[in-house]
């Protein structure tokens, strides 16, 4: 059984299909512009058509793949103007999420992050480690849930991760700066320091915006 510990429970047969696609495209084993069926998802998973049409509804959602209106469902190639694009807005918009998070600070918040970083700093897995990221940020801004803003990064996201886990594909050696700058933005939080939290978080995001040019270019 496969868990998904960004999540610490079992996966479901949705999130196994896309986190299994998802390793296979990041990987290089299914190419940009290879056509995904419905049909070929279901038989190569053995499972019926409901979960494999909802895998690539996810996949779509996290920019790994199109539709072509002729086509179908193609695996998309991810590009440095789309990650820039994505890196852009959540830089103008986090901090603003940060500060409205803030305002319900609530120790269990620092509680819930600090055991996602224990996971993440125990994660081998490129793409669960990219999931996990995403949770750890999300404790800063969680009780913000239900807000437009909130709804729009959730969506940056999400468009993000398949470029947080080709990141780490293309150096693993980022890893160990990553994880220090966590442990710094939760330093900040546990200090009650907004301006430092918003400050760490934005160097951060800028951080692996800059990383993913060299690593797009390099590796697709």
């Given at each position: 059984m496969m868990y998904n510990n960004a999540l610490g429970r079992p996966m479901t047969t949705t999130e196994f299909i896309v986190y299994s696609l998802s390793q296979e495209i990041l990987n290089g084993k299914i190419k940009s512009g290879t056509r995904l069926t419905q049909n070929e998802i279901s038989k190569k998973f053995n499972v019926s058509q409901t979960p494999a049409r909802e895998a690539l509804?996810?996949?779509?959602a996290e920019g790994l793949i199109s539709f072509d209106p002729y086509k179908g469902a193609i695996v998309k190639g991810l590009c440095y103007k789309d990650a820039k694009d994505i890196y852009d807005l959540r830089i103008l918009l986090e901090p603003k999420l940060i500060a409205d998070g803030f305002e319900n600070y609530?120790?269990?918040?620092?509680?819930?992050?600090?055991?996602?970083?224990?996971?993440?700093?125990?994660?081998?897995?490129?793409?669960?480690?990219?999931?996990?990221n995403a949770d750890f940020h999300r404790c800063f801004w969680q009780s913000e849930a239900g807000s437009r803003t909130f709804a729009i990064v959730e969506n940056l996201m999400s468009a993000s991760i398949p470029y947080v886990?080709?990141?780490?594909?293309y150096k693993?050696?980022?890893?160990?700066?990553?994880?220090?700058?966590?442990r710094a933005i939760l330093e900040a939080y546990k200090d009650k320091d907004l301006e430092k939290l918003i400050k760490l978080?934005?160097?951060?995001?800028?951080?692996?915006?800059?990383i993913?040019?060299?690593?797009?270019?390099?590796v697709l």
């Amino acid at each position: 059984m496969m868990y998904n510990n960004a999540l610490g429970r079992p996966m479901t047969t949705t999130e196994f299909i896309v986190y299994s696609l998802s390793q296979e495209i990041l990987n290089g084993k299914i190419k940009s512009g290879t056509r995904l069926t419905q049909n070929e998802i279901s038989k190569k998973f053995n499972v019926s058509q409901t979960p494999a049409r909802e895998a690539l509804k996810i996949l779509t959602a996290e920019g790994l793949i199109s539709f072509d209106p002729y086509k179908g469902a193609i695996v998309k190639g991810l590009c440095y103007k789309d990650a820039k694009d994505i890196y852009d807005l959540r830089i103008l918009l986090e901090p603003k999420l940060i500060a409205d998070g803030f305002e319900n600070y609530d120790e269990e918040n620092l509680q819930n992050a600090l055991q996602v970083q224990q996971k993440i700093e125990e994660c081998d897995d490129f793409n669960e480690w990219a999931l996990l990221n995403a949770d750890f940020h999300r404790c800063f801004w969680q009780s913000e849930a239900g807000s437009r803003t909130f709804a729009i990064v959730e969506n940056l996201m999400s468009a993000s991760i398949p470029y947080v886990s080709l990141s780490l594909h293309y150096k693993k050696t980022h890893l160990k700066a990553f994880n220090a700058q966590h442990r710094a933005i939760l330093e900040a939080y546990k200090d009650k320091d907004l301006e430092k939290l918003i400050k760490l978080s934005v160097e951060h995001t800028a951080q692996t915006r800059e990383i993913l040019e060299d690593a797009i270019n390099s590796v697709l």
